[in-house]
């Protein structure tokens, strides 16, 4: 593949221009949902691990049409889910859990679960995760994402995109600084640091014009 993607057997470079669409087909559906996790793992490994298990049980549950894709011809390169109407992006429930990992180690995966519960409020956007492709940032792919987050969140009448982002991300944090997203509150967690790799995690906003 050298340097860059293959769409359609012709080589893209790494400066490839990236169209962003609401939602994805099956042929996406494994690639997004490696793509979360490759994120996220950290934080979901004491409730999805294995990565394998993970990957299979968040493919199964992705809803497809509560995210924003960044594709790079036929390659999806990046992902923004969201919660709007009471579903996100990954709504695995507690069936699910049980299902995959059976009786005897479901009680600690859920209650791990808990610690990651968040709900919108009735005039906001809340994101259910942004990322970019490791081999794909540092092309603006990410702020394409969050301008048509924006867009998508005046189209249904919210005021407010509100995200999380934790203390060893800073990268995503300046990119949200950017993009106009203010801090509003900061919650110190340092028991997580060991099981899920943080000790911080800042609640954003951004008003939509």
């Given at each position: 593949m050298g340097?860059?993607?293959q769409a359609g057997g012709v080589a893209l470079p790494p400066d490839a221009e990236a169209h962003v669409e609401l939602g994805f087909g099956p042929e996406h559906r494994r690639a997004a949902a490696e793509l979360y996790w490759d994120a996220f793992g950290v934080?979901?490994?004491?409730i999805l691990a294995p990565r394998a298990r993970g990957i299979n049980i968040i493919e199964r549950t992705l809803a497809p049409d509560r995210a924003l894709v960044a594709l790079q011809g036929d390659e999806l390169?990046?992902?923004a889910g969201f919660?709007?109407?009471g579903r996100a992006l990954v709504e695995i429930t507690?069936?699910?859990i049980i299902r995959e990992y059976?009786?005897?180690?479901?009680p600690r995966r859920l209650a791990w679960a808990t610690l990651l519960d968040r709900n919108p409020r009735p005039h906001e956007l809340l994101m259910d995760g942004i990322v970019v492709r490791a081999d794909r940032?540092?092309?603006?792919?990410?702020s394409q994402l969050l301008d048509r987050v924006f867009e998508l969140a005046d189209e249904h009448g919210k005021r407010v995109?509100?995200?999380?982002?934790?203390?060893?991300?800073?990268?995503?944090?300046?990119?949200?600084?950017?993009?106009g997203f203010v801090e509003m509150k900061t919650e110190q967690v340092p028991f997580l640091r060991k099981a899920m790799g943080f000790a911080a995690a800042t609640s954003m906003e951004r008003t939509v014009p």
């Open positions: 340097d860059g993607l934080k979901l490994e004491h390169v990046g992902l919660s709007l109407d507690v069936r699910d059976g009786l005897l180690s479901s940032r540092g092309h603006g792919i990410g995109v509100r995200l999380d982002v934790v203390d060893t991300n800073p990268a995503a944090r300046r990119l949200y600084e950017r993009m």
